[in-house]
């Protein structure tokens, strides 16, 4: 499926008859400014053809990137449905994160997504990105902010689209999940070019694909729909208790009604006696949005004269995604709205007055209640992103120049429905105009009043001035002394807002993340390619960075690439890094969101988790990120088609932002109790933190390259391939002051399996070409659940092609062939939606044309 070892067997594979001459083209790969005819670098670059890409049977950018051994966790795709940031999806090269791992379009910065990803991560969204417009993806797996400077820690990603294209290509695809009532997708692309450069002095080309997918709810998968989980390993039976007076949910409101059922409380909390009305929320959750896409771009570049050409293209992504967001709002202790001119949240009272319906007493009465009647919350998101780039490029006076100006936006809506408007709530607990003990009795004006629609806006924009230049400065005995020089400016934007109900405390249990900021960037950097012997070359770089709201970076770096021998490649480099802090870390920014903490001083539930709200806010005084790296490696190719590439990385970062930890904050409530806000009962509701430089963390690993390939047999041709990624370790402190704890192979910072692999087998034979691929994630241990191991997965992927004319090919794809489920996770929402999802078996019918 994919080839990603050497750039320079990938060309070879890629463009078979191209001559030797034109094989040893100077070029630019990723993560250095200067021409080369070394296809191999210093620095293991994964190269994924376009022809890998349609291998794959994926049908975007983003899930053949996911895949990818190096993707080692902490990422997130549009199956986290809590996020601020839904529908989207990145990649975390190393585990770092997504703001660690740098997004390239044709070597040139686009914007990061409109909002925030957990609250700080600034990440650029792959669903916004086209797939039919690309030719090849680079995978530089190295630290690379010498030459591109910030998020560039654990690695770039450089997506290169056609520059010419002769004709036109279209095709169709449709598909089907086989888990449940099944996932309907639908997809088409479309590429066509004109003009040629070396004829015409011309070339222009366009492309547009889309895709629409049906949204998979919990209730559709067979072995989560009834949300019984007490045959697994720690598991229970995931109902959720509702309406009940106080705080025990065996003191019954009402009775059975809507998705309520009389459930024996112990079956939902082990150890607990009587019935409660409960219910099976697997109807309200969403596993994957329903989704639209539309991506278009042009591409057009025109010949000056024999050293020059002018350049422009366009980006435009439009993602839609929408969901269910939740189940009906519960009323209850820790209600909430938002008050801005206090910038804290005001506690609403949950209390039945005497006299109410539903209140059988003679003092006022404390309730928890679920507003089923209302419907269940949804919620869509509509992202418009674009990038417009405009560029001169060639030779002037022995230079290789380029110089490049950009403006790219990510634009971002959200609306909900069915959400609760707090000061009509207060309204009918006074008169009694809302049944809560049977909503069947209420009037649908009465629901109107409460129901609350909303509207988020978020908006992030950059503007990027791009110059290098670079040239031979002498011929050495050994080679050409190569030399770039350049400068970068930038000014980045971040406004992301909550809504005017919000802002006036209307709507109820608000979630808010609140970013408004920008700053600006200028950048020096210098790069030296130096051939010291035949087969040995060190290439030293540098770049300086100054921000103006936190100050300057410089990132150095040393390389060396020894080519031992014809059939042993031997590299390395060192380098320092930074990660500027995110404008939502440094700059005005607000957020409240949602978790769960275990409160060893709780005075009714002092063992089991309870929702709490977290207020988060900016620290202006924050450092920069500073990391270093190393890498060795060495390619063995002891046949012409044979290949063995092994890199070992190591990043240690210091200075690592984040905020501290609910359990740290408990376990130092006497000493700062300011951090924890509690209620007349003792339990906590809100705990407070701040963004801060916490501590290190330390990242070691290596990446295997397996090729093997068999030409031009009487069975035809077949081409080997692995990728498998090793994590040795992934070390942070578990909380502020504590020593380094290794989280490879478990969920200690995210889940970070410490085996991932991908291996492909593809056979051509006459028309057909057909490729198995398997994919594998380790499986790794729950420290918070005494250890217990979530067990590895392995997935096959099949594409069967055959070639029904010279222009017309047909495709047959299975995902997940044997249907493998996710693996149980019990310390999350049932599986790891980092490292799996939940569709089974998914089998589609592709159609491509050249016209």
Excluded: C
């Amino acid at each position: 499926m994919f080839k990603p070892l050497a750039i320079a067997l990938a060309v070879a594979t890629a463009y078979p008859s191209l001559s030797a001459a034109q094989q040893m083209e100077r070029v630019v790969v990723t993560g250095s400014s200067i021409r080369t005819t070394q296809k191999e670098g210093a620095s293991a670059v994964q190269v994924l053809s376009a022809k890998d890409l349609a291998a794959s049977g994926k049908t975007s950018v983003a899930d053949v990137l996911r895949s990818l051994s190096a993707n080692s966790g902490n990422s997130y795709n549009e199956q986290f449905t809590a996020s601020f940031s839904a529908g989207t999806s990145g990649l975390s090269l190393r585990g770092l994160g997504q703001k660690n791992t740098l997004v390239l379009v044709n070597g040139k910065r686009v914007s990061s997504y409109a909002t925030a990803q957990n609250l700080q991560e600034v990440f650029v969204d792959l669903n916004s990105l086209p797939m039919a417009a690309v030719q090849r993806i680079e995978v530089l797996k190295d630290g690379a902010s010498s030459v591109y400077g910030s998020d560039a820690v654990a690695g770039v990603v450089n997506i290169i689209l056609y520059k010419e294209f002769t004709g036109t290509q279209a095709s169709v695809q449709v598909g089907k999940s086989t888990e449940g009532t099944g996932q309907d997708e639908r997809s088409f692309a479309l590429q066509t070019g004109a003009g040629d450069l070396a004829e015409k002095g011309w070339s222009v080309v366009f492309s547009v694909d889309g895709m629409k997918r049906d949204k998979l709810q919990q209730s559709d998968v067979a072995w989560m729909r009834d949300s019984d989980f007490r045959d697994q390993p720690n598991g229970m039976l995931a109902w959720t208790p509702a309406n009940y007076f106080g705080t025990d949910p065996t003191r019954l409101l009402g009775g059975v009604q809507g998705p309520l059922a009389l459930t024996p409380y112990g079956a939902i909390t082990p150890g607990k006696s009587g019935q409660v009305l409960a219910y099976n929320p697997a109807p309200y959750k969403t596993l994957i949005p329903g989704v639209e896409r539309l991506h278009g771009s042009l591409r057009g570049t025109l010949k000056l004269n024999d050293n020059a050409e002018a350049y422009a293209d366009l980006l435009y992504g439009y993602s839609k995604a929408e969901q269910t967001f939740s189940a009906p709002l519960t009323v209850g202790s820790g209600l909430r709205a938002w008050n801005n001119a206090r910038q804290a949240l005001d506690d609403i009272a949950v209390v039945l007055p005497v006299g109410h319906p539903n209140n059988p007493g003679s003092t006022p009465l404390p309730f928890n209640a679920t507003l089923f009647d209302l419907g269940p919350r949804m919620k869509q998101d509509r992202v418009d992103f674009h990038r417009v780039l405009f560029g001169v490029n060639g030779t002037w006076q022995g230079w290789d120049v380029d110089a490049s100006l950009g403006h790219s936006a990510s634009k971002m809506k959200e609306t909900v429905q069915n959400f609760v408007n707090r000061y009509e709530f207060e309204k009918v607990l006074l008169d009694g105009s809302y049944n809560f003990a049977d909503q069947s009795q209420n009037s649908e004006a009465v629901r109107e009043r409460l129901r609350l629609s909303t509207l988020r806006p978020a908006e992030a924009q950059l503007v990027v001035a791009d110059f290098t230049a670079s040239r031979t400065l002498a011929e050495l005995p050994a080679g050409a002394l190569g030399f770039a020089v350049g400068a970068q400016w930038r000014q980045e934007k971040m406004d992301s807002q909550t809504s005017s109900e919000v802002l006036s405390g209307t709507e109820l249990r608000p979630a808010i993340n609140i970013i408004d900021g920008e700053r600006k960037v200028g950048a020096l950097f210098g790069e030296l390619n130096i051939p010291v012997l035949k087969d040995l070359t060190v290439n030293l770089a540098g770049r300086a960075d100054h921000y103006d709201d936190f100050g300057s970076a410089f990132s150095p770096k040393g390389s060396v690439r020894w080519q031992a021998a014809p059939w042993l490649l031997l590299r390395g480099t060192v380098s320092r890094g930074f990660r500027a802090p995110s404008l939502p870390e440094i700059t005005n920014s607000t957020a409240v969101s949602y978790g769960s903490v275990v409160d060893a001083r709780d005075p009714i539930a002092p063992t089991q988790a309870r929702g709490v709200t977290n207020i988060t806010v900016a620290n202006d005084a924050l450092r920069p990120e500073r990391s270093k790296n190393l890498n060795l490696g060495f390619v063995i190719a002891p046949t012409a088609n044979s290949s063995i590439g092994i890199d070992y990385y190591r990043i240690r970062t210091s200075g690592v932002i984040g905020t501290e930890s609910a359990d740290n904050i408990l376990a130092n409530e006497s000493s700062a109790p300011e951090k924890v806000a509690r209620d007349a009962d003792g339990r906590i509701v809100t705990l407070y933190r701040q963004y801060a430089n916490m501590g290190d963390r330390l990242a070691s690993g290596i990446d295997i390259d397996l090729r093997h390939r068999i030409r031009n047999t009487g069975w035809g041709s077949l081409n080997l391939n692995a990728q498998i990624s090793r994590v040795f370790e992934f070390s942070e402190p578990l909380s502020v002051g504590a020593p380094l704890t290794n989280g490879a192979g478990t969920n200690w910072f995210g889940s970070i399996p410490k085996w991932r692999g991908v291996t492909a087998a593809t056979w051509e034979l006459g028309a057909w070409s057909n490729t198995l691929s398997w994919n594998y994630v380790d499986g790794y241990a729950q420290p918070t659940r005494n250890f217990e191991r979530v067990a590895s997965i392995g997935t096959f992927d099949l594409n069967l092609g055959y070639k029904l004319s010279a222009a017309t090919s047909l495709n047959f794809v299975v995902l997940n062939l044997t249907d493998e489920k996710p693996s149980w996770t019990s310390s999350s929402a049932f599986f790891d939606n980092t490292q799996t999802d939940p569709r089974g078996r998914f089998a589609s019918v592709k159609l491509t044309h050249t016209f």
